[in-house]
């Protein structure tokens, strides 16, 4: 599938069906993922694959009330993405910008559009996940001190075809040479 068009037909999907995975499909998104652009090349994230049932049912019951839960049930693999802090964004070990720490949340991005973007070429799902209690998560995969679940995605085939969702008119996020919104 051409870049473009997986830009532009990929959606969040939030029902899967019960077909497993192949490594070699998993390999190949995380491989995607690998070559995301970072701070400096400072590549600070980290990809659990989470594929036992136990722990996969212990992060559905911390994702109630999210809208992805079902699909976190469903799909057979959930990736958590967890990123190293202290390296993206900093310079001789201090923050380099008025951003401060964050620039792991920007690196961690970009290494996740990757990711659902290949996923998507190669037929499968995801939806990345923002509400999480981070910190039990954490604890359940055993992450160190040092380290931050950021996301999570499950990955699966999908089970239903959703309508793409709303966008903004392109020149209503657009200016030129100097920064106007259009109302
Ligand atoms: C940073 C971020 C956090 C998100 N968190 C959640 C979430 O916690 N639960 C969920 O169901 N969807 C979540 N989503 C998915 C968005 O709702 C979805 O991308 C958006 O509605 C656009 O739909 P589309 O992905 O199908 O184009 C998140 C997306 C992003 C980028």
Redesign the pocket.
Known sequence: MEVLEAIKT???I?HYKLDGVSDESLWQVLEAARWAPSWANTQCWHFVVVRDPSIKARIVELLRG???VQAVDEAPIVIVLVAQVGRSGFSGGVPATDKGEYWYMFDSALAMQNFILAAHALGLGT?????IDTKEVEKLLGVPSGFRVV?MTPLGYPAEN?S??PRLDTSALVSFDKFELSV
Do not use: F, L
Request: hydrophobic share 25%.
């Open positions: 990929r959606r969040s939030r999210n809208r992805a939806v990345i996940i923002g509400k996301t959703p793409p969702r």
